[in-house]
């Protein structure tokens, strides 16, 4: 862990400011190397070509930049923010999602929080768990941040 993630996550919270602090700082470690980021507000980014050129091992040459970006500024601290914003008391994931994929019919009121688990654990979920109600259940189980 770099020296900026262990003094941002040294009070065991982070704060959007921190997310916010770590990504500046990919940012401009990639911007060194003519890439750009685009962040997600529910998660997840796109890396962009600044020159708008994407050979065919765009992948293969930006990936290790970006690691290596991601080890000086933002290894842990946007995942934990993530993680802490969805499920601020660590419940169990299982015992969060279901009852919200069942109030959004998602799922029948008899699936259970065991059959999430197999289903999750051998990739066999019966939806598509990146759209709609389901994904809203997967990122904000709890209807903490994100709007319905």
């Known amino acids: 862990m770099s020296d900026s993630e262990a003094s941002m996550l040294a009070d065991g919270r982070v704060t ?36 708008g050129k994407y050979p065919d091992d765009y992948f293969e040459r930006t990936d290790p930049v970006l690691r290596a970006c991601e080890k000086r500024y933002d290894q842990f601290v946007t995942f934990l923010f993530e993680q802490t914003r969805r499920n601020p008391e660590r419940l169990d994931d299982a015992e969060i999602i279901v009852p919200c994929l069942r109030e959004a019919g998602v799922v029948d009121r008899d699936y259970t929080t065991q059959q999430w688990r197999r289903d999750y654990d051998a990739d066999t979920l019966p939806f598509d768990s990146m759209f709609g109600e389901a994904r809203q259940c997967e990122l904000d189980p709890l209807g903490l941040w994100r709007s319905r």
Do not use: K, Q
């Not at 770590?22 to 962040?39: F, K, M, P, Q, T």
């Open 16 to 51: 959007a400011e921190e997310v916010e602090t770590a990504h500046e700082g990919v940012r401009r470690c990639l911007a060194d190397s003519g890439l750009g980021i685009e962040y997600d507000p529910d998660g997840g980014f796109s890396l962009v070509s600044l020159t």
